[in-house]
């Protein structure tokens, strides 16, 4: 073990409380996508108490920001993120029990993300500091990624061009390196435009574009069974016409289509399109259609991913303590064993491993495995090189997004998940910033995949 991997493990112990305290209270201020103002601040507040330089608001965002410290290169990123999701609010139980009924709940661990982050950037400064070492290190606070936002905007005026390489991580129900795939994204919506006509004294002066709408949507059936079969098509009326006795003039309906490539998504959007003017000429109405949001696929890199593992490896899992083994099992016992052997599976966990919660490190997998999901971090990987690991923060088979992940995310649990992430990535991060041919290695990889997307 390098003297820097344990100055880290040092660091990070000796803030624990700290950090904990600050996931915490944005666990408890549950803040939704752009609305993450008090969480935002409190990150502020903590990194420019630790001497970064702050620039808040970002990209058209008042909760985005970028807090920097040191000069020239290397520049490494760290990404943060901090929103809550919608009805998700929970106590700290084992027993679904919300705080507040409907109220916004920390369903994805972001409390943990962000606040991991921020330690992992300060602990990184602290060496850069102590051992007088050149370079950058950022965290960039990012909001809204369950709008999948955030990033994308971000990425759009170009504020991640300029950094190296981008880490982070996720909270999850398992300690491994992310060799996950998530897929290329659009959403839009179409608009068909027909003629009002009353239903019953004079139909055949109407062309219903609610006809078009569902025609529309016979057609997205009968494409499905000719794509590939990772990809997926889901709609939602959001207009069917005012009332019964009226052809409606107009309808609309929104889609999501997503493929695991870009390329692969584009021509499916097309093909979507050609249905969607199908549908418009056999009605006799006009269509349009507008791209609301889209992310790419993510871009993995080998390189970084070896890096992170070899963090993981060499930094000790949390040890958990018989109450939180004990709350755990509570927990995994709400939910279906299905998901229990599912992630028993995926993490190749052995008998003789903990199966409530993690506490070996999976091995690393060198073939990528394609998740229909979408994340906003894959628009930060297709611009610059970009890895992250998932950590134990909750029992084995908890499914994402549901009251099970409030719960365990503002326990120890999760607090012991985040302290483990944060000393992995700034022990990474260490690397980078004192092996240039480490930066290099995951640059060259990262241009590779460019080339070869590209031809
Ligand atoms: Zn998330």
């Known amino acids: 073990m390098s003297s820097f991997t344990n100055e880290i493990i040092r660091f990070i112990d000796k803030n624990f409380e700290q950090l904990g305290d600050i996931s915490l209270r944005i666990w408890n201020f549950a803040e939704l996508p752009l609305e993450e103002k008090r969480s935002s601040a409190i990150l502020q507040e903590y990194l420019a108490d630790n001497c970064f330089d702050l620039t808040i608001g970002l990209a058209g965002m008042d909760t985005a920001f970028l807090a920097s410290w040191g000069s020239g290169s290397p520049v490494i990123g760290l990404l943060g993120e901090f929103d809550a999701l919608p009805e998700m609010s929970q106590h700290i139980s084992s027993e679904k029990k919300p705080i507040i009924e409907g109220a916004p709940g920390h369903a994805c661990g972001h409390n943990l993300l962000g606040t991991g982050m921020a330690g992992a950037a300060v602990a990184v400064k602290e060496l850069l500091k102590k051992h007088s070492l050149p370079g950058t290190i950022r965290f960039y606070g990012c909001p809204a990624e369950e709008t999948m936002y955030g990033k994308i905007k971000m990425d759009e005026e170009h504020l991640f061009d300029d950094a190296d390489i981008c880490l982070s991580w996720h909270p999850k129900d398992g300690n ?74 107009t309808a609309e309906s929104w889609y999501y289509v997503r493929a695991p490539y870009k390329e692969q998504l584009d021509e499916l959007v097309q093909r979507l399109i050609d249905v969607s003017r ?152 260490m690397v980078l910033f004192t092996k240039p ?16 997307i590209s031809s």
């Open 437 to 452: 041919t480490e930066v290099q290695n995951a640059q060259r990889e990262f241009a590779r995949r460019q080339e070869k």
């Open 278 to 429: 199908g549908a418009a000429l056999m009605t006799g109405t006009q269509v349009s259609h507008e791209i609301l949001s889209g992310c790419h696929n993510t871009v993995l890199n080998d390189s970084l991913n070896r890096l992170l593992y070899s963090s993981m490896t060499r930094i000790p899992v949390p040890a958990w303590s018989e109450e939180e083994l004990e709350f755990a099992a509570k927990l995994q016992a709400t939910v279906g064993k299905d998901l229990l052997r599912e992630a028993i599976s995926s993490y190749e966990i052995t008998e003789s491993e903990g199966q409530i919660l993690h506490n070996k490190v999976a091995p690393l997998r060198s073939r990528p495995v394609f998740l229909a999901a979408s994340t906003d971090v894959s628009n930060v990987s297709k611009t610059v090189p970009t890895a992250q690991v998932f950590t134990c923060c909750m029992p084995l088979g908890t499914p994402g997004h549901s009251w099970q992940v409030t719960a365990s995310v503002g326990s120890s649990i999760g607090q012991k998940g985040m302290s483990y992430a944060a000393k992995v990535v700034a022990d990474a991060a």
């Open 176 to 249: 491994a390196v992310s060799n996950f795939i998530h897929s290329a994204m659009v959403s839009l919506q179409f608009n068909f435009k027909g003629k009002a006509a009353h239903a019953a004294q004079s139909p055949e002066h109407g062309r219903s574009a609610l006809d078009a709408v569902e025609l529309m949507n016979v057609g997205a059936n009968y494409l499905r069974e000719h794509m590939i079969r990772e990809a997926r098509i889901h709609y939602v009326i959001t207009n069917g016409g005012g009332r019964p006795n009226v052809v409606p003039s």
